[in-house]
């Protein structure tokens, strides 16, 4: 267990250090110079070279690249052009929305995700496989945020069963932060669900016609226990490992389906961003998403170890 | 993270010999074409791109034109699909939206192929550390939610279509990077390019004449499928704000404008959301079907319930059918299935002495055998093939076990030996049926019976155990956990009891340090170590009786000998039969008390171990011991049976090994050969064969 900890630790490691590399080279890819975005384009060449210097912009590569190192191991993304503050905060304090949503998107596609699968990949062929593969078919085809356009058209303003609130902090009110993560959960989630869904379904029927399937089952097992004591566990290898690539859609997706629902999330900071090209905070979303990611995968590889022996190191 | 997107390259179609000749082209065309689904959504794209282009021509109204008067109107005759808030006609903008979709995913693709295939070629040929390192970061890369890669992008290089392209394209680089990088890595160690290597071909030369023809099909389906996902993110972007201008009409744009004003008018947040599915469907779909075409995987046929209908009936059912099937080889189609329609799934009437086989002969029972722990006579288990038609695999086989008793069951491979012991455990794969027989077991008939009743008698009547060691636990659980279960299953045991119990068990077989082991997983055993862990397994809860399906075949032979002697003496031990289910004379001349000799899903003779060795009665049973090297060390020629097997379908009406016997006459082939005397020859009688020299 510690070793496997360790061992996915140290692989995560340079993956951390990759990410952040790409996100400092971003800063020399932006046409034109960042003082002169802060100071606007009228502003004199003096100016916009004292606030190079300021910025330390003036100085070699190397040292750019140590002196953004050293900040942002501490936490220190820089300010933002737009308002001054640090991106850092700007960022930490919409972190909670969005891991909201993404949370709850994830609860609504494992669950109908693994429910679905587990229908048609235990009678494959069947027509409750034909109907749910069908489902899934069309599901994987509808775009997040019109789910959430509609669902909100339909519960909310036709029905009126699902209240329009705008986002609560879970702190302030858990049960008032649980009802106005619902709609955009299931907006969020369903499309996730379909392809959590189809890869269940192809593992489970996989799974299912393996020989050591007809071995618990000669022992006298019943075939309800076998799959779910037996087959679960092994179909849900497959399935794991695809859920990082899972929780990076949702990710993305939580950043449309945030506006529809007025989310303050990171989706909408970065977004007023880099229509405002305030690039620094752009830099730092962008790098706090990927953080985020690589923790998420750590996470899952060391489920996905527990899991599954033979992916243990030993 | 390497293990996180493994998925993505075990779902990347292997390249396919050949796709790049013209004849494979076209029968990857003849296959699409006959995939309904897949000829829909194609036509749903043509017309889709026939819209983009004269959208124009069809609009109503320039998508720009306001008209003051409409504002945000639901369905008129003037505006079929309403207007937006500032009066513009939507179904004018939804057509002209068309094109702003397929030309955004159709750029943004084709970026993506034209930065991400070289990237993966170079990753692929030139492995060490670029590979290492570059693969590295595109795990990364395509690990980061695409929209906000787009969104990086987008800040950095402002709007513009072309930004909106190389911002879409840059996420599904990736993807074909990771493909191609995948296939050039399994081309370059095939044999062709090696060899192109040895006659001094450059190697730039050898990726471009070699590898990338591999890749194209790969590549066209992937592309299907990022075409799709391209538009929902065009649309995404759209919706956001950050794609195209307001002025340029886009689908995500429209749903943007829907949004602001739901309130109003929420009729306009339909026809945009739709036609995204639509496209994104036909894409979707199109992609699957050409992945199925080129990779030549068969879509799930429509499943054909199997009828009983169709099943070869038993005679005490009205089958009035029976004498017109002689006389010509035999195909279970449903012409035939019509006439006879007994119904196979209800339980075997006892009365019966007779069944029809396969073939349509009428084959009389032997007697039922009083104190044997397995009786089967009559067993026939058919295939029903995806097209339909249903093949017998089994037909007719008698069999039987006394307690105590070894009782191999010799044949090829295909001969049905071991369909024979799945009908017996009511572990038929599926599409199989068993479609006549009576099975008795220890005085019960077992045969028909449902999987709930089966069960008593799985395990605790019949143990099993199975070719492929390995594969033949569950290889996420441990050991122990599959050991214990069946302990508590069917002797009631406490988790205590019954760890205790499978300590013993493990130590019985022979395997050392059983309690330690219990914690093991399956491949953390050898090959025998975990054949006896399945054996203990079998024996948990005590049978009757054993099935030993190629046991040993799998193992190596000094195992294969400790294993047998293993089995050997648990019989002794606990008295029960045993079927010993092998390809193998030399197990079943060093084992076995008697054998029966199956041959093309029949049994074609049956005896103690010593008369079929010494004096073979059927001459399959001959040529099969002639056949084996260790019979006859002094033969300088290897001696094989001439021909081939018939397979399951092509069963003669006769003996079904006819064609390849040497003593075959007019007699042999003109009507079914009944099993008589426990040999199925018409000329056992006559015939004097050769046999093992004593």
């Known amino acids: 267990m510690g070793k496997l900890i360790s061992f996915r630790l140290a692989l995560a490691v340079p993956q951390l250090i990759l990410v952040a590399l790409v996100v400092f080279l971003m800063t020399y890819l932006v046409p034109g110079s960042p003082a002169a975005a802060i100071l606007g384009t009228s502003a004199n060449p003096e100016r916009v070279a004292a606030v190079e210097a300021q910025l330390g912009l003036d100085q070699p590569f190397f040292t750019r690249l140590f002196t953004w190192f050293g900040s942002a191991i501490q936490g220190d993304l820089g300010n933002s052009y737009a308002v001054g503050r640090p991106v850092t905060d700007m960022l930490l304090e919409r972190m909670p929305a969005t891991l909201s949503l993404v949370f709850g998107g994830l609860v609504v596609a494992v669950l109908i995700g693994l429910t679905l699968g587990l229908l048609g990949g235990t009678r494959p062929g069947s027509t409750t496989d034909r109907v749910t593969t069908t489902i899934t078919a069309i599901t994987v085809a509808i775009p997040e945020f019109w789910l959430g356009i509609i669902l909100l058209l339909v519960f909310s303003v036709q029905l009126g069963w699902v209240p329009v609130l705008a986002y609560t902090p879970i702190e302030v009110d858990p049960l008032r932060w649980a009802q106005g993560l619902i709609l955009p959960s299931i907006a969020l989630g369903v499309g996730s669900a379909a392809l959590i869904a189809r890869s269940m379904r192809t593992s489970m029927a996989e799974t299912l016609s393996a020989r050591w399937v007809d071995t618990l089952t000669a022992t006298g097992m019943s075939r309800r226990r076998v799959i779910f004591r037996y087959g679960l566990k092994n179909a849900l290898i497959p399935v794991l490992a695809s859920t990082g690539l899972t929780v990076s859609i949702l990710i993305g997706a939580s950043f449309v389906v945030g506006q529809v629902f007025a989310f303050p999330g990171i989706g909408d900071l970065m977004l007023r961003s880099v229509i405002g090209k305030d690039f620094p905070v752009v830099q730092g979303g962008v790098l706090m998403i990927a953080v985020l990611v690589i923790v998420v995968n750590l996470v899952l590889d060391i489920c996905y170890g527990l899991l599954n022996p033979k992916a243990r190191p030993e | ?694």
């Open chain 2, 1 to 694: 993270m390497t293990d996180t997107y493994s998925i993505n390259l075990t779902r990347a179609p292997k390249p396919e010999k050949g796709t790049k000749s013209p004849s494979s082209a076209k029968r990857i065309f003849d296959r699409v074409r006959r995939q309904p689904l897949t000829v829909a959504a194609f036509f749903v794209i043509v017309f889709l791109a026939l819209v983009a282009i004269f959208a124009p021509l069809i609009a109503p109204y320039d998508p720009n034109q306001s008209d003051y008067s409409t504002l945000l109107s639901g369905p008129t005759s003037a505006h079929w699909l309403g207007t937006n808030d500032l009066g513009q006609d939507e179904l004018s903008r939804l057509l002209y939206g068309t094109r702003v979709a397929l030309v955004v995913a159709l750029g943004s693709v084709l970026i993506a192929a034209m930065l991400g295939v070289p990237i993966g070629l170079l990753l692929g040929y030139r492995g060490g550390w670029t590979d290492r390192l570059g693969s590295r970061l595109v795990d990364v890369a395509q690990a980061l939610p695409g929209i906000l890669v787009a969104l990086a992008v987008i800040a950095i290089l402002g709007r513009s279509l072309w930004t909106l392209m190389f911002a879409i394209g840059l996420i599904f680089t990736m993807g074909f990077a990771r493909l191609t990088r995948a296939v050039t890595l399994t081309e370059r160690h095939k044999l062709y390019v090696e060899s192109a290597h040895v006659v001094g071909m450059k190697e730039r030369v050898i990726i471009f004449r070699q590898v990338l023809p591999n890749l194209v099909g790969p590549i066209i389906i992937q592309a299907a499928v990022f075409f799709g996902s391209a538009i929902m993110i065009e649309s995404g972007l759209s919706f956001l704000g950050v794609g195209l201008d307001r002025d340029t009409p886009t689908w995500g744009g429209m749903l943007s404008g829907a949004v602001e004003h739901q309130a109003q008018q929420p009729f306009l947040a339909f026809a945009p959301g739709i036609a995204i599915i639509i496209t994104v469907l036909a894409f979707n779909l199109f992609g699957d079907g050409l992945n199925d075409a080129i990779t030549g995987g068969v879509r799930k046929s429509p499943r054909k319930k199997l009828t009983t209908a169709e099943l070869p009936g038993m005679s005490n059912a009205p089958t009035a059918s029976a004498a017109t099937l002689p006389g010509q080889t035999y195909s279970m189609g449903a012409q035939d299935a019509a006439t006879a329609a007994p119904d196979a799934t209800s339980p075997w009437d006892s009365r019966a002495d007779e069944i029809r086989t396969p073939t349509g002969a009428t084959e009389t029972l032997p007697d039922p055998v009083e104190g044997a722990v397995l009786d089967v006579r009559g067993l026939s288990v058919s295939l029903e093939r995806p097209e339909g038609d249903v093949v017998p695999l089994v037909s007719g086989a008698n069999l039987s076990i006394e307690p105590g008793e070894i009782v191999g069951l010799l044949g090829e491979s295909g001969s049905g030996k071991s369909m024979f012991a799945k009908a017996v455990m009511g572990l038929l794969p599926p599409r199989t049926r068993l479609s006549a027989g009576s099975i008795m077991f220890d005085g019960d008939q077992i045969a028909f019976q449902s999987q709930r009743a089966l069960r008593a008698v799985r395990g605790a009547g019949i143990g099993v155990v199975f070719q492929d060691p390995l594969s033949a636990l569950s290889p996420v659980h441990t050991v122990g956990k599959q050991l214990i279960e069946p302990l508590r299953e069917h002797k009631g045991m406490s988790v205590a009891e019954a760890k205790e119990r499978a300590v013993e068990l493990l130590d019985r077989v022979g395997v050392t340090e059983a309690r330690s082991r219990l914690d093991h997983y399956p491949h953390q055993f050898s090959g025998g170590m975990a054949q006896r862990v399945a054996i203990a397994m079998a024996l948990a809860a005590d049978p009757k009786l054993l099935i030993a399906d190629e046991a040993t075949s799998a193992l190596d032979v000094t195992t294969q000998a400790q294993v047998l002697d293993l089995i050997l003496d648990l019989r002794d031990e606990y008295g029960m039969g045993v079927l010993l289910i092998t390809h193998d004379l030399g197990v079943v001349a060093e084992t076995c008390d008697r054998a029966a000799i199956m041959y093309a899903g029949e049994i074609v003779e049956v005896g103690t171990t010593t008369d079929l060795f010494h004096a073979p009665r059927h001459p399959y049973t001959s040529a099969l011991l002639a056949a084996n090297p260790a019979s006859d060390a002094q033969v300088d020629r290897l001696p094989t049976i001439s021909g081939r097997v018939p397979l399951a379908g092509e069963w003669p009406v006769g003996c079904h090994f006819a064609n390849r016997c040497a003593f075959a006459t007019e007699a042999c082939t003109s009507a079914p050969v009944p099993i008589v005397d426990q040999v199925r020859c018409v000329r056992a009688d006559e015939l004097t064969l050769e046999a093992v020299p004593r």
